[in-house]
């Protein structure tokens, strides 16, 4: 029936990256028919031969085609050059019903203004961010914060299913909102465990030890349970979630906090923290190299 979003829907999907492109085999093997789209070169169409999916030549095309279209990009402004404002955008001449999807980590002001130019156009949209990293959008649990009109997240909820948990966060821009807020926790949870590590090694501590008995003690959090051992005792520093990224995550949770007029001195302290370390360790540093950022502080 007419927008009915389970599957077999069409479905654009933009942005086929570390993260995108799990979710969207992941929709693929649910049974949707998936139209993808990547501004780099070769990307959609390795992609559509792999996976057997549609790689429109156009956004405009992919707009034409799909009954959803989730968007995985860097940030709240690309989205809404693909969405809206591009010379080749997905709304130049949509498939009636269309339902847009941000998946994306977006400013959340900017979504609540992009969600009322959409709707003036008839197109509504969620801002449904993730959380989990590229491990947990291969298993199709990664953990999604979807906001906006009631009824449109409940219309939404059959596409977003066989790529994670959905949580249900709120009116438009909430759900941005909420992921900015769990990486400024996530953040500052990996530099304080990075912290204490660097203290209690120089101290005369094993560091594996230290992780073990934070494990066993209140201190534990992502950091000490996961990152750490996993990319900065081997000293990988490999997670697959850049620090520029982070970094602007942290800027997005400052934004929320300045719209709601709440003092965050810590938000504040950690946002600064890793704008430093993105300005040192420059653009292919991961978010996992906060560690050697603190490494280098403590040796100065």
Known sequence: MAGDLTAPAEIG???IGAMGAPMARNLIAAGYR????????????KFAEETGCAAPESLAALGAAADAVITMLPNGDIVRQVLLEAADNVLADPKPGLVAIDMSSSSPTGTRALEADLKARGV???DAPVSGGVPR????????MAGGEEAVVERALPVLAPMGKVTKTGGPGSGHAMKALNNYLSAANLATACEALIA????????E????VLNASSGRNTGTEQKIPAYVLPRTFSSGFALKLMAKDLRLAREVAQAAG???????GTSALY???EAALGEGADNTDIFRYLEQLAED
Do not use: K
Request: aromatic share 6%; net charge negative.
């Open 13 to 15: 999907f933009i942005g």
């Open 34 to 45: 998936l139209h993808v789209f990547d501004a780099a070169p070769g990307a959609a169409a």
């Open 124 to 126: 509504p949209l969620v």
């Open 137 to 144: 959008a291969v298993d199709g649990s990664l953990a999604i």
């Open 200 to 207: 209690g090694t120089r101290f005369g501590l094993d560091p």
């Open 209 to 212: 030890t230290m992780i073990a």
């Open 262 to 268: 709440a003092e965050a001195a810590l938000l504040d």
């Open 275 to 277: 704008d430093a370390a």
